[in-house]
């Protein structure tokens, strides 16, 4: 008896360990273009191309706008029309697409250098 509760009880702990679920995988993604609209809650972004816009939610007091070297950090209100900026966001905020980190290019694409 002692036995077969004790294999019962291992095997439980075995299966247990075996259907664990998986950590869930980062659902970031990245939107690069030039801004069109900067206002306190949103920002939109139309691509390098031309052809598609995006909106993005920015929460009260984000501070997640770097040069993409990520060394220089800037405040929201230095984003201006015009400028190139990658954004990576996800939409796990009331499924509205929302900027989790905001880096600002310069026009070749590259890191933007503040002196």
Not at 10 to 28: E, F, G, K, R, T
Not at 49 to 66: A, D, M, R, W, Y
Not at 78 to 92: A, E, G, P, S, W
Request: aromatic residues 10%; proline residues 3%; hydrophobic residues 45%.
């Amino acid at each position: 008896m002692y036995r077969r509760s004790m294999l019962a009880f291992v095997a439980l702990v075995v299966a247990c360990a075996a259907i664990q679920p998986l950590p869930a995988a980062a659902v970031n993604k990245i939107w690069s273009g030039y801004v069109v609209h900067v206002s306190t809650n949103n920002i939109k972004v139309i691509n390098s191309e031309g052809t598609q816009t995006q909106s993005f939610l920015i929460l009260p007091e984000f501070k997640n706008v770097f040069s993409a070297d990520g060394k220089t950090t800037y405040q929201m209100a230095q984003i201006k029309r015009n400028m190139l900026v990658k954004i990576y966001y996800d939409r796990n905020l009331v499924g509205q697409t929302h900027a989790d980190t905001i880096y600002v290019l310069n026009a070749a694409g590259q890191v933007q250098h503040t002196n």
